[in-house]
């Protein structure tokens, strides 16, 4: 059965009235105190589990770049040694390089080939 509620225009069933609205089913102050205290140290566990992660994840990813990048500096190191360069530089550092300088593809084609061994 249903009445309706004139206080806020709402319509509640009588079940819900007598467990919602029934002071007896209201959590005393201590109950909700001990609650709060569950739900706070709940949300400061999940904030400390989701940090961590992200620090994992951070590290990672910072290890296989690491890899990768010393992965990148072997072959270019063994390709200049093969083919008679004395240095090599990334293009963060050139300013201006004729393309027939460029080894970027033999590098690449290595690493590639390295890959594929693995």
Same mark, same amino acid.
């Given at each position: 059965?249903?009445?309706?509620?004139? *206080?806020?225009?709402?319509?509640?069933?009588?079940?819900?009235? @007598?467990?919602?609205?029934?002071?007896?089913? =209201?959590? !005393?102050?201590?109950?909700? /105190? &001990?609650?709060? /205290?569950?739900?706070?140290?709940?949300?400061?566990?999940?904030?400390?589990?989701?940090? @961590? !992660?992200?620090?994992? =994840?951070? &590290?990672?990813?910072?290890? !296989?770049?690491?890899?990768?990048?010393?992965?990148?500096? &072997?072959?270019? %190191?063994?390709? /200049?040694?093969?083919?008679?360069?004395?240095?090599? =530089?990334?293009?963060?550092?050139?300013?201006?390089?004729?393309? @027939?300088?460029?080894? *970027?593809?033999?590098?690449?084609? *290595?690493?590639?080939?390295?890959? %594929? &061994? !693995?």
């Amino acid at each position: 059965m249903t009445t309706p509620d004139t *206080t806020n225009g709402w319509i509640y069933s009588d079940t819900v009235k @007598q467990h919602f609205f029934n002071p007896q089913n =209201l959590l !005393k102050e201590d109950e909700k /105190a &001990k609650l709060q /205290a569950e739900i706070d140290k709940d949300r400061a566990d999940l904030l400390e589990y989701d940090r @961590q !992660k992200q620090m994992d =994840l951070r &590290k990672q990813r910072e290890d !296989k770049i690491r890899e990768i990048l010393a992965e990148v500096e &072997k072959v270019v %190191k063994d390709y /200049a040694q093969k083919n008679g360069y004395g240095f090599i =530089l990334n293009d963060r550092v050139l300013i201006y390089a004729d393309e @027939q300088y460029d080894i *970027t593809a033999d590098v690449l084609k *290595t690493l590639n080939e390295n890959y %594929k &061994k !693995k």
